[in-house]
């Protein structure tokens, strides 16, 4: 099975910050990588696949990089919504989710 | 607009069954693989199962297998979760998804939660 490591678990940032999260894969996934923002009881949102390619109606401000075994999710200028949960997933081979970074208000 | 809602969940004794139904809508459910997705009180998403959009092909994290089942009716547009000899560490609110890419979910149910407990 392919393991989704994610760091950090949990981020502390500010209202307009830059921030980057980081999601490393047990084995090369090409660029099967998917980025989930999820908020307190609500499910997960699709915000970015294959990587880089953002999911239609998400703000420019959300991006994406990386192949093989190393990604990065980066939020140019935090906004208020933007403080949640964010999840990787490869699907690769079947489904495997990181086990999330909690982004928070400093 | 895609419509994902999920029943079915509630409190179970350990070893005990249940039923997990989810409702779909706005879409042609039968060109989609469906698939369930849980997450325990306060930790990570955790993948549980998937079938094929021809009903055919079925998968199941190791944690579930032999003990859920899942099925789906595409002329109820629905999906189904079947689990049974159910533990503690099976409880969680359980999300179906429709899977596009066969393995990618870009839309969600808003969950039901399985509870686990004597």
């Known amino acids: 099975d392919i393991q989704m490591t994610q760091s950090p678990s949990t981020l502390s940032a500010s209202v307009g910050d830059r921030v980057t999260i980081t999601c490393r894969a047990s084995?090369?996934?090409?660029?099967?990588l998917a980025w989930y923002q999820q908020t307190p009881g609500k499910a997960p949102k699709l915000l970015i696949y294959?990587?880089?390619t953002l999911e239609s109606g998400v703000p420019s401000r959300f991006s994406g990089s990386g192949s093989g075994t190393e990604f990065t999710l980066t939020i140019s200028s935090l906004q208020p919504d933007d403080f949640a949960t964010y999840y990787c997933?490869?699907?690769?081979?079947?489904?495997?989710f990181g086990q999330g970074t909690k982004l928070d208000i400093k | 607009e895609v419509q994902l809602v999920e029943s079915g969940g509630g409190l179970v004794q350990p070893g005990g069954s249940l039923r997990l139904s989810c409702a779909a809508s706005g879409f042609t459910f039968s060109a989609y693989a469906m698939h369930w997705v849980r997450q325990a009180p306060g930790k990570g998403l955790e993948y549980v199962s998937a079938i094929d959009s021809n009903g055919h092909s079925t998968y199941y994290a190791n944690s579930v297998k032999g003990r859920f089942t899942i099925s789906r009716d595409d002329s109820k547009n629905a999906l189904y979760l079947q689990m049974g000899s159910l533990r503690a560490e099976d409880m969680a609110v359980y999300y179906c998804?429709?899977?596009?890419?066969?393995?990618?979910?870009?839309?969600w149910g808003q969950g039901t939660l399985v509870t686990v407990s004597s």
């Open positions: 294959k990587a880089s």
């Open positions: 084995q090369s996934i090409s660029d099967w």
């Open positions: 997933q490869q699907y690769h081979s079947y489904s495997t």
């Open positions: 998804a429709r899977g596009i890419q066969l393995w990618l979910f870009d839309s």
